[in-house]
């Protein structure tokens, strides 16, 4: 994976955690920077890696409780939150939109010239900014425009090419496309409605990928020793076929179905929007789902 930001002058070395972004964070780490040049790649999640963002996203992390190499863009994806780097180039555009309109004459607009004719770092990642965000209008006229029209503007286009991106990346996490659909960015429901922390982080995990199932670990063996299939979310909680989990899977359809006598009617993907969405106001429904869910994952690990 290619490391996005190019910083003035320097190129920066290729990260493989730029996604799970905490690995990079250590005594060698760069700290700030604010005067930097997205490349052409640019990709706004990636800024995480930097550390502010880095900050910010361990902490959301450490919210939903997962862990701190899971996906950047999952946990703000839960949380229907967008990347602090935004409201830093916001601020940073803003502020040279007022040195553009800043009075003739005064020290402030003196040191600001020299910044432009010398293209310094400042005024430079400015422009690629904004030529990058389609907003090439405002470096040839910066006086025509209003700061609440550029802060708006500013911001919708880089709320537009982050949710893109964040598309593009739900197609690496079924289980979070199945449950939040390409259409929605805002804080998942069940996050309100599961009030028990033991029992949100699971279904966080299950979610996004953030779990003991093997095929999210990160050796070769992938496949369920049982069934010799790819263990995933949705094999353990609808088709794996451990004792413990069948009789658990039985025992759950027989107790949902009078209350959702269309479940076993439902497909693969209608279940698991059911079972790790709940999108639900019935109460019963949700602690049933909630004892399930919380159930087979602990079966799953359970010593026999
Ligand atoms: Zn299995």
């Known amino acids: 994976m290619a490391f996005p930001w190019v910083t003035v002058g320097t190129i920066r070395l290729t990260s493989p955690w730029a996604d799970s972004g905490f690995a990079r964070m250590g005594p060698s780490h ?6 930097r040049i997205p490349s052409a790649h640019y990709d706004p999640c990636e800024t995480h890696a930097d550390y502010d963002g880095l900050v910010i996203c361990s902490f959301c992390k450490f919210v939903v409780g997962v862990s701190k190499f899971s996906s950047n863009y999952a ?30 004459g005064s020290l402030l607009k003196s040191a600001f010239t020299e910044c432009k004719e010398s293209k310094h770092d400042f005024y430079s990642s400015i422009l690629f ?34 949710l893109q991106s964040f598309r593009q990346k739900l197609g690496s996490f079924k289980t979070l496309e199945t449950c939040k659909g390409h259409n929605v960015y805002e804080r998942s429901g069940y996050l309100d409605i599961v009030n028990n922390v033991k029992l949100r982080n699971v279904f966080t995990r299950l979610r996004i990928n953030n779990n ?22 949705e094999h353990m909680l609808f088709h794996c076929k451990r004792d413990c ?24 993907e209608a ?31 359970m010593r026999t």
């Open 30 to 35: 760069p700290g700030p920077n604010p005067m």
């Open 75 to 104: 946990v703000l994806g839960e949380l229907g939150r967008f990347p602090i780097e935004h409201r830093i180039m916001v601020s940073h555009i803003l502020y040279w939109l007022r040195l553009e309109n800043e009075d003739q």
């Open 129 to 162: 900014n904004l030529s990058y965000l389609g907003l090439s209008n405002l470096i040839q006229s910066p006086h025509a425009y209003k700061e609440s029209y550029v802060k708006s503007a500013v911001s919708t286009r880089l709320k537009d090419q982050y």
């Open 212 to 233: 003991k199932l093997l095929a999210y670990s990160h050796s070769d063996k992938v496949n369920c020793e049982k069934c010799d299939v790819l263990e995933n979310t």
């Open 245 to 268: 989990l069948v009789k658990e899977r039985e025992r759950f359809i027989s107790q949902v179905s009078k209350l959702v006598p269309s479940y076993h009617t439902k497909g693969t």
């Open 271 to 301: 279940k698991i929007k059911l079972l790790l969405d709940i999108d639900t106001k019935d109460e019963d429904l949700i602690k049933i789902i909630c004892h399930h869910v919380n159930t087979m994952y602990s079966l799953r690990f």
